[in-house]
């Protein structure tokens, strides 16, 4: 997804206007337009691919408003589908999932006053949503407008994925490989993070462990994939650390 | 086709570990922030795990079998060409499926 890269927020003190609670809706419809544009028909191809797959339809607005985070709902079907254990689906969701984890640092949570609205902006906290609140725009938003926006958010993306799903069920079954959806937002994802880290070693190393977990160990790819490659990067810190010390 | 008790535990393990990947962290914020080595790894795992995601979804690809190769590497280079072109994702994704749809449509009707 291309992500604008959002601000540095140096959250200065609230000085939120204080606009009435009427006028947030509309001010977030409008702030969630653009990126709603780009969620809605990633929904349907992901709503396509549950029914597709052989799930029920239902199981789209299900995952999608549920699980709500894009890249790991697409590889979970596959995985369902092929029996995959429940452990490898929890280190899956782990491991594509966990860069959430820095979006703590900068996510405006403190404006959002009431525990069910910011349990609700933390479950929705997903790459677009942080992206369009962190950034140098939102700082005036109030709580109540970032959480209309976070329910816009996901409405695009439920709403796509079950239309995608009532659509796949009339696509003939002639028509195959709708599932290179998945890796061409993958690819999309890689190629986005290759040019805002410019630098190689990084996916390179990550090539080679995945290619070795391919033909070494087939049955157990993502898994062994993954392990190497934290593997290799913590050897690579330790070494940079030691090099950085002599 | 599996059960629906299990498919629901498999959507249960994602929704639990979801969430509390983006609620731990406010809860324990402060040692995030110094630690290096988490720092290290949150700059450079993204681009790695996205990498190796895109592998997995070709598993099933065999370099045995070179005329499976055809639809998906032409698809890919349409994907990123477009991407490189327009950088806009929602294009790249449709343009490159939409090849790749219409290259394994016909391709496998034979």
New interface residues.
Partial sequence: ??IPSPAVSVDSPEHAPASKSSSEAPAALKDSGAVG??MF??GV?FGVLVVHS??SWW?AP??SG????G???F??V????A??P?AQ??LS?????????????SFP?HRVKSPAGKTYA??G?TDEAYALTSGVAARSWSGRRILWLQAFLQTYWVSGATAGALLGAVIPP?????????????????????R??RELP??V???I???V??FAF?SQ??LV??AL??TA??AR?ALTERAARA | MPDTPHVFAAVAVCVAITFGLRALPFAVLTPLRTSAVVHYLNARMPVGVMLILTVYTLRDLSPAAPRQLVAPAIALAVTLGLHHWRHHAVLSIFGGTAVHVALASTLTSH
């Fill in positions: 997804m291309h544009l780009g028909p990633l191809a052989g799930l199981w299900v995952i549920l699980v709500y985070a890249s790991l709902e590889l979970l596959g995985m369902i589908v029996l995959a429940l689906i929890a969701a782990f491991l594509i999932n966990f860069r959430h984890v820095f979006y703590a640092l949570l933390v479950f906290m002639q028509v195959v490989g709708l599932d290179f959806a998945l890796t061409a937002l993958f690819a999309v994802l890689t190629a986005d993070a290759v805002a880290r990084t996916p190393l990550a090539l462990c995945a290619l977990a391919r087939p790819m993502l994939a993954f490659f934290t990067l913590l810190y």
